[in-house]
């Protein structure tokens, strides 16, 4: 089945000031729309950005089902526009979907609708270094009905917003021992809603202790670190890059994926396996080289300057040479079109 997208514009706000307003805060003009309901999506539309009206027995209010994803759109150094690997997100979209028993949106319907999207918003795209519009497509269970079931109906959404940096400086993170974020055959691995509320808790205790972040650790026994807040975690630990494999647990990041394959392309030595706290304590400890940093669409590479470990902080490197920064730079050159995207990532407009 093809859709055809219809667009109701509306002129863009005048003298918005991008650069200072808070990650997220700041809609663009307009919003991608469209309902399904008996097992059809229905009217795809981009409208002008407004509040949505709801009934308060709508299911989504009550029991959760709602998936998310986000992305970004860049302009690359020629003045083309490139969202950065819309297939990869789109793919975890859909897994996160299932889990949740929710409708796949057809990835033709999908793309024309972010394509069209950004088309329209380009206005909206920072044209800096930092600067890069992110977009997020959700989908919410939209049937109306008190009642905990799998809904029938559904609302998927494409909105936008600009962004700079997401953190201006290194974080203090804090390994958490006694609360859980996912455990073996739960949602971990999907991007839905619950995950995130049941993570501000255990996050709001460290904040207060003057953390910006937990380390999650496994359900069992506390044992191994999973990941961070919204990001995956990355270590270098003497020169190698080390980071915990994927499992039912942690999202399968679009960022880890590509920080991952251009240390490969790098020829960095790269280790993919479990890492114990006790090991990170000890080679802490020790006095090795460990560089800690976060890796996410949001952050994108978001260095780690303090690590408490069973209440004892431990300094990690972030100096100018870090090989992070590495990382960083080579990716940030990829999606700018200043290197070859060997890997086809970018979804140039
Ligand atoms: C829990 C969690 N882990 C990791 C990530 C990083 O994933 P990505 O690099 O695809 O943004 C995110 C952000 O989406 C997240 O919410």
Known sequence: MSYSISIQTQEKKSSVDTQSAPFGVMPTDHMFITEYKECQWNNPRIVPFASINMSPLTLCLHYGQTVFEGMKAFYMKDGHINIFRPEKHYERFNKSLHR????????????????????????????????????RPFMIASEERLGVKVSDEYIFFIVGTPVHQYYSKPLKIKVETTYTRAVDGGTGFAKCGGNYGASFYPSQLAKEKGFDQVVWTDSKHHEFIEESGTMNLMFFI????????????????VTRDSLLTIAKDLNFDIQVRPISINELKEALKAGKKVEAFGAGTAAVVAPVEMISIFDKEYTCYTGADAQMFALKQALYRIRKGVDEDKHHWNDVL
């Not at 999908?110 to 795209?125: G, P, R, S």
């Not at 020169?239 to 399968?252: A, Q, R």
Request: with cysteine; proline share 10%; net charge negative.
């Open 100 to 135: 949740m028993c929710m409708p796949e949106v057809p990835e033709d319907l999908f793309m024309d609708a972010l394509h069209q999207f950004v088309q329209l918003e380009t206005d909206w795209i920072p044209n800096d270094e930092e600067g890069s519009l992110y977009l």
């Open 238 to 253: 003497d020169g190698t890059l080390v980071t915990p494999p994927l499992s039912g647990t942690i999202l399968d990041g």
